[in-house]
């Protein structure tokens, strides 16, 4: 944590590439960002785009689902800057695709991890920095109950469930809690859901990225 700012702080989650990485490379124009991710070097090549635009980010490269390494950067977040503004949550983990009654251990516990528990851990971590004031953002594309999502649709469906909670709990008082839908996108995680899917009526994630951002 060396980067000193006067711009708002916008947390993301998953900044590394797809959706996470387009909205904070988007947010970078207005906010100092702390992009989170478990690769490093696309954490390096999402700074080199933030910097050519004129932004500036501080990379933390870590997993989510290491709850010291997260309530580590919590604090240090907090005895810094005091606080950020936004936190963007596009952090997850897609299983292959399997038959309910075929998915493996290994793939089950994975999703659950990152896609459920670290979420629960997150916002009580994340909370305190948001205040009053702050905003969290959510995506949901579950698929629950679609054919061989078991694993992404039922972890991820939780999430949202767990977010629309906290987004009734602070309705009156915030922190904001917004829960987006995003447009089908040409990331790599669609690809492995959607192989040979044709990708020329997929939205770009730097254009459905401007288009969630007006919707807060």
């Not at 100092?32 to 490269?61: F, M, Y």
Request: aromatic share 6%.
């Amino acid at each position: 944590m060396t980067q000193d700012t006067d711009l708002p702080l916008a947390l993301v989650t998953g900044a590394s590439r797809g959706l996470g990485a387009a909205i904070a490379e988007a947010l970078s124009d207005t906010h100092h960002i702390i992009a989170v991710a478990r690769t490093t070097g696309a954490l390096e090549e999402l700074d080199d785009r933030i910097q050519a635009r004129g932004g500036s980010a501080t990379l933390a490269p870590m997993d989510i689902t290491n709850t010291q390494a997260m309530a580590q950067l919590c604090r240090s977040v907090h005895d810094r800057w005091g606080g950020i503004a936004i936190w963007v949550h596009a952090a997850v983990h897609a299983a292959p695709l399997a038959p309910a009654n075929h998915i493996a251990e290994g793939d089950w516990s994975k999703s659950v991890a990152c896609n459920v528990s670290a979420t629960g851990i997150l916002i009580p971590f994340i909370a305190p920095l948001l205040g009053e004031a702050g905003q969290a953002i959510f995506f949901d594309d579950a698929k629950a109950g679609d054919k061989f999502f078991g694993a992404y649709g039922a972890t991820k469906a939780a999430q949202i469930a767990l977010a629309r909670s906290w987004q009734a709990e602070t309705e009156k008082t915030g922190p904001r809690v917004h829960i987006l839908t995003p447009q089908p996108m040409a990331t790599a995680t669609r690809a492995r859901f959607h192989p040979g899917e044709d990708r020329e009526g997929l939205a770009h994630p730097r254009d459905e990225a401007a288009r969630l951002l007006t919707l807060i």
